[in-house]
């Protein structure tokens, strides 16, 4: 099967061009002006943008947490990503505590395999690091192509490394060529602070963002960051969302430390102000960390600019409204996350692109290439001869409203209801295949495949 795109405005991390794409199988073959070359399909992209398949490298699919499910599972999940051109996500496969590293893996790969509609890879969160856990981590990376090992520096007694573990974990990945992730928050500032204000009766979601203050983010960045930097292994830190855990990171740079650093899209768009909305609509939002202030959307915009910010996921994570409802009572209950998968290429579009904030080259790093070169996807993450064609086709100026009525997400509300965006992904390809086009999905279920990613670094 050969496909040739026609016209359409190129954008990758470098450059912009107008051009055709020949695409032979899965793979692009050939870029250049008026190709001359003979295709089972043609599509027109006169008028339209071209970028590289998104690349969201923070999903949590079925993810069994706070005693339930995340509602997206990996049919459901990948498939709502593509409607909105994301192709690539990578998951976290998490270890339970007392078992083994590979008892995760088989866990996740029976929620995926056969069920995905993009392709897909696992980041193994590490949750108890010993002499086992130590040989595994050898054999992830050299065996299964999974190079990079998430820690949670909160939710103690369920996810959370200590700094021993952490240095210890450190210092394998670091001699077997991976790379460390984090959630940092200062897990026993914020379980005082939740314990505070229950003893006092406060109780609703307002009280989640009240306790995980600025500081338990900056704490904790800044430990891991110094941490990162006395065992000399590759670092990145998952979700950040404020000016004051931006700024352990720029200074680290003065010793001459690069950190990678990962926002989410509702980090820059949405604010805490959201927690006071009336009754329990706050909980829509409740998620760790928690949504923060202006200035830090500000700073994080700029972080971007500044190459500080690398990358933009979503940490896509739902809950239907039911499930939000087991924290009714008592916001520590509340299931942490919130649905993002289908429309974090279009919101960052419409709000970044539009308004003059990122240009299109950035916005194509921080969707694509930036994860794709930090996680070891030699395949994916750009528009080039010999990358998988995972490629989306993209009208810039077509507005639509985004609303649980019309999402693709297993979830039955949107964190973003109502809001307008100018920018529609209209056809997406994945490694080849037409998989959206005309708001119809025409891959089957368990298209999509994982990927046996390479080892890390710290220059991208
Ligand atoms: O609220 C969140 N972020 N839920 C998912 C788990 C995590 O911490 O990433
Ligand atoms: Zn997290
Ligand atoms: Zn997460």
Same mark, same amino acid.
């Not at 994301?86 to 496969?93: E, L, N, P, Y």
């Not at 949750?127 to 190079?147: H, Y």
């Given at each position: 099967m050969s496909i040739l795109i026609k016209n359409g405005r190129i954008f990758t991390a470098a450059d912009d061009f107008t051009a055709d794409i020949f695409i032979e199988g899965e793979t692009i073959s #050939?870029? =250049?002006?008026? $190709?001359?070359a003979s295709a089972d399909q043609e599509i027109d992209a006169k008028g339209k943008y071209v970028f590289p398949g998104g690349i969201d490298p923070h999903v949590h699919l079925d993810l069994p947490f706070m005693g339930t499910f995340s509602s997206d599972n990996y049919e459901t999940g990948t498939k709502a990503a593509l409607y909105g051109g994301?192709? !690539?996500?990578?998951?976290?496969?998490? %270890?339970? %505590? =007392?078992? !083994?590293?590979? !008892?995760a893996v088989e866990e996740w790969n029976k929620k995926s395999e056969g069920n995905a509609y993009g392709d897909y890879s696992y980041h193994l969160a590490v949750?108890?690091?010993? @002499? %086992?856990? /130590?040989? &595994?981590?050898?054999?992830?990376? &050299?065996? &299964?192509?999974?190079?990079s090992f998430k820690t949670f520096m909160a939710y103690k007694g369920a996810l959370m490394v200590d700094d021993g573990q952490m240095i210890g974990l450190m210092h394998e990945v670091k001699k077997r060529g991976g790379m460390v992730t984090v959630h940092a928050t200062n897990g026993d500032m914020i379980d005082h602070l939740i314990a505070k204000h229950q003893s006092e009766g406060k109780m609703s979601p307002l009280y989640h963002y009240l306790s995980q203050p600025e500081v338990t983010e900056a704490e904790a960045s800044g430990r891991f960051i110094d941490m990162?930097?006395?065992?000399?292994?590759?670092?990145?830190?998952?979700?950040?969302?404020?000016?004051? #855990? $931006?700024?352990?990171?720029r200074n680290a740079t003065r010793r001459n430390q690069k950190v990678f650093v990962e926002t989410c899209v509702q980090y820059l768009l949405l604010d805490a102000s959201l927690y006071e909305k009336p009754g329990f609509e706050g909980s829509k939002w409740v998620m760790s960390p928690p949504l923060r202030q202006p200035k830090d959307q500000a700073t994080l915009w700029a972080g971007i600019n500044q190459g500080l910010v690398n990358v933009v996921g979503t940490d896509h994570c739902p809950f239907f409204m039911e499930q939000k409802e087991m924290g009714k009572d008592n916001f520590a209950k509340i299931p942490n996350g919130h649905p993002a998968i289908e429309h974090r290429m279009e919101l960052l579009f419409s709000e970044g692109v539009k308004k003059g904030k990122i240009s299109m080259n950035k916005f194509v790093e921080v969707t694509s290439t930036n994860a794709a070169k930090i996680f070891g996807m030699e395949k994916k993450g750009s528009i080039a001869i010999g990358k998988d064609a995972d490629i989306v086709i993209f009208d810039p100026d077509e507005k639509h409203v985004i609303s649980a009525k019309t999402h693709h997400h297993n979830c039955d509300y949107s964190g973003y209801e109502g809001w307008e965006v100018?920018? /529609?992904?209209?056809t997406v390809l994945m490694r080849g295949q037409v998989a959206i086009?005309? @708001? %119809?999905?025409?891959? /089957?279920? =368990?298209?999509? +495949?994982?990927? /046996? +990613?390479?080892?890390?670094?710290k220059v991208i």
């Open positions: #050939a870029i =250049g002006k008026n $190709l001359n994301t192709t !690539s996500i990578i998951d976290f496969a998490i %270890q339970v %505590q =007392g078992n !083994s590293l590979y !008892s949750t108890d690091f010993n @002499d %086992q856990t /130590k040989e &595994e981590v050898r054999l992830l990376i &050299e065996k &299964e192509g999974i190079t990162a930097e006395y065992t000399d292994v590759p670092a990145y830190i998952v979700h950040l969302t404020c000016e004051g #855990a $931006l700024n352990q990171v100018t920018g /529609k992904t209209k086009d005309n @708001d %119809q999905v025409h891959i /089957k279920k =368990g298209y999509g +495949r994982f990927i /046996k +990613r390479g080892t890390a670094s």
